[in-house]
């Protein structure tokens, strides 16, 4: 069994009695948010790119019970994925294949559900599902050590993908209302609706928690 | 001036001084009475005695009771600036002065005699006494200074007083077991009276107000300790808030003080709590939350119309202010 699906399943599986997190705890999270990224594209002639993402995300939350914390985050990003192969009309000529980088600008919305099962500190599983908007730029082609974009590639273009996320973390509380912390997350768009999306990232965070009353 | 008896020792025929028995008995009886409405009496009568005797010494003995069986010699000490009058427990038969020249013996009626030293160099002389219950031989003797002197000398009989003593205890005995008779059933009449007194302080309450309203006042500390105040229970002017405390540290949480402050200063007045702690609460310590437990507590505040609508903060601590949880934002309706 693979890690992440160890630790979802011992999460899943842990006894309500030794479930420890936040009842009626809110928090507001402020997330660093990097890693790898894998996506595809029409012009690939050779399957995903690869490539790196970095953002920023913040998430607020509400905890009901002392088990379970829900919340949405909205996250922020840049990727860029170079593919080894597209075809391209490069100058208007005949069609090429070449390699050639995709960078995109991301922002995406979701909403998820975090077991909490530590008090100090604080191990954590989130699941979460939402949409995502990607501006994807002009492909950049490079043959014969020029570099083709815009018209001589593909315009830029705007797509919607569902996705959905799980993530693994560690949280540490510092005080009543600071809690930092760490997570590795894996983050895959909805097969058939948009675009292939995936990514694997590796967020550090912190987070103010209070008691708000309402 | 002081009063203090001698008794005779019996072994070596000398005067004791100490308090008698009748000092005891009336001790007992003034003591007793105060110490009598509880049931200490009987320790409270023996203290007493303990106590009053080295007094009457510490103050010098000018006047001295002394206890005869049947008769003996005992030493009075005699100085030319004071009368010393002895006292007899019935008609002096015969009194014989050994010397007469320095010491002037005058009767005082049937049982006394007054007695002055002529002379401030005389030197010890006796005077035997007789009565029909007791034969004395009185040892006159200089004393070295004016503090010292007898003024005033009573013989009595040992068995009298011991018989006297007697029935004063039994008296006191039984004076004692009346008022603790007496006690005890005021103290059932007070247990079967209060829970009705009780139940109807509570129903007029209800009949003033009676109205249980939500509260969602929540907070923590660095600790993990989390505080909540979850309802509150309106009886007459009276407020009484229920609050939680759920203590998720690794260390027990030892509740020491509850306070309800509402800025300027605490209304909190009794507090219960319960929890389901093994470790019972010392000293200074209302109650134990358990790690990862639960305790429950209420507060009441006396008078809440006054403080309707204001922002109040119930405060709890653990002994020397540690382990502080504030919840704030409380308000009454």
Known sequence: ?214 | MSMCTIRRNPRLDRPIPGPSPMEFAMHARSRGRRALLTLAAAAGLTAGFAVAAPAARAQGSQAQVILVDEGGSYEVLVHPDFVTVVYLPDKIEKALASDTQSYEVKPIGSTSLAIRPLKADAKPANLALSTASLKVSVVLKMAPTREHAMTQVTFKRADVEAELERRIAEKVKERTAALEAKVAAMQAQMDAELPKLADGLIAARILQRRELRTLNAIERNDDNVVVETTHVLYLGDDAFIVFDIENRNKAPYRLAKVAMQDGTRDAAGVVRFTSDAAETAGAGVIGVVRPGGHGKGVVVVRRAADLVGKPLTLVVTEPGDKGKVAVDRIVLR
């Open chain 1, 1 to 214: 069994m693979k890690p992440l699906a160890l630790v979802a399943a011992t999460a899943l599986l842990a006894p309500a009695a030794i479930a420890h997190a936040d009842r009626r705890e809110a928090s507001v999270h402020v997330h660093a948010v990097g890693g790898p990224l894998s996506m595809e594209d029409d012009a690939s002639t050779a399957g995903a790119g690869t490539g790196a993402l970095a953002g920023l995300a913040v998430r607020a939350s509400y905890a009901t019970r002392n088990a379970w914390q829900y919340d949405t985050q909205l996250t922020l990003g840049y990727g860029r994925a170079s593919f080894d192969a597209g075809q391209f009309l490069l100058g208007g000529g005949t069609p090429m294949t070449v390699p050639f980088t995709v960078s995109s600008q991301l922002a995406r919305l979701d909403a998820g559900v975090t077991l909490r099962l530590g008090v100090r500190w604080i191990p954590t599983v989130r699941l979460a599902v939402g949409a995502q908007a990607v501006r994807r730029g002009s492909p950049v082609a490079t043959a014969g050590g020029f570099e083709f974009t815009g018209d001589d590639t593909a315009p830029s273009s705007l797509s919607a993908n569902l996705i959905g996320s799980a993530t693994v973390g560690l949280d540490y509380r510092m005080s009543r209302r600071l809690i930092v912390g760490v997570a590795l997350g894996a983050t895959a768009a909805v097969p058939g609706v948009g675009d292939s999306w995936r990514e694997a990232t590796i967020t550090v965070h912190a987070a103010r928690y209070w008691y708000p009353r309402w």
